[in-house]
């Protein structure tokens, strides 16, 4: 078995403030994904990657960053926080055979943002 | 665009009760749909997945049939449990729809199983 890490469990920023949300994978899979889980709304997909320093946008990728530096980590920047932004942002990671529609995701605890 | 429609956002049951969960979906071509369950405080896992159209999925007791007449794909279970309580996401997977994001999850259904 494996297991997605994700730093910090909970980050408080500032409205304006850059913030970085980390994300480790010990699968050994080629595909890595950023969702953003809002209350009601289900989860909608950010950046993901399909290899080492692969990018590709979601539907929600404005005010967002990302970073595939390796191929167990990916990295993603809120670019300037908005004021009472609560949200939890999930990592997960699929083996990618190539047919991600069809692919098992599997995913971190998450990240839970509070912006004062 | 693809869409996945869960009606219920919250269902509340008695242990041994039977549960349905309701998941309707639009799309083209044939879609892999799969039901995710997500626990307080954890991350989302797969409960089933179905790839072949008029095929059922089960485990741990839940099963959900590929209905690609009626575009459903509702979940069951006959007896829950209260560890049953947990949020429940139909979520289908297609290369269609003009997105790059490949799979469309429903918006959950909150299920609360009381003792």
């Known amino acids: 078995g494996g297991i997605i890490t994700q730093t910090p469990k909970f980050l408080i920023g500032q409205e304006g403030q850059k913030l970085t949300l980390k994300c480790q994978q010990n699968?050994?899979?080629?595909?890595m994904y950023w969702y953003r889980q809002d209350s009601g709304k289900g989860l909608r997909l950010i950046y993901y990657?399909?290899?080492?320093?692969?990018?590709q946008k979601g539907d929600l990728s404005e005010g967002y960053d990302a970073s595939r530096e390796k191929k167990s980590s990916f990295s993603l920047t809120v670019t300037s926080a908005q004021k009472n932004e609560m949200a939890v942002f999930l990592c997960a990671s699929s083996i990618s055979g190539g047919a991600l529609s069809a692919e098992t995701l599997y995913f971190g605890s998450g990240t839970r943002l509070t912006v004062l | 665009g693809n869409s996945v429609t869960q009606m219920q956002g919250q269902v509340t049951l008695s242990e041994e009760e039977f549960l349905f969960i309701n998941c309707t979906y639009s799309?083209?071509?044939?879609?892999?749909l799969f039901w995710y369950v997500q626990y307080p405080g954890e991350g989302p896992q797969l409960l089933l997945k179905v790839t072949t159209a008029n095929n059922k999925g089960s485990s741990r007791g839940f099963e959900a049939t590929y209905d690609k007449g009626t575009t459903s794909f509702h979940l069951q279970k006959a007896s829950v449990q209260e560890s049953d309580s947990a949020v429940y996401y139909c979520v289908l997977g297609s290369n269609s729809g003009g997105s790059n994001a490949k799979l469309t999850f429903g918006k959950g259904t909150k299920l609360s199983v009381k003792s």
């Open positions: 799309t083209t071509g044939y879609p892999t």
């Open positions: 990657s399909i290899t080492e320093n692969d990018l």
């Open positions: 699968f050994n899979h080629d595909t």
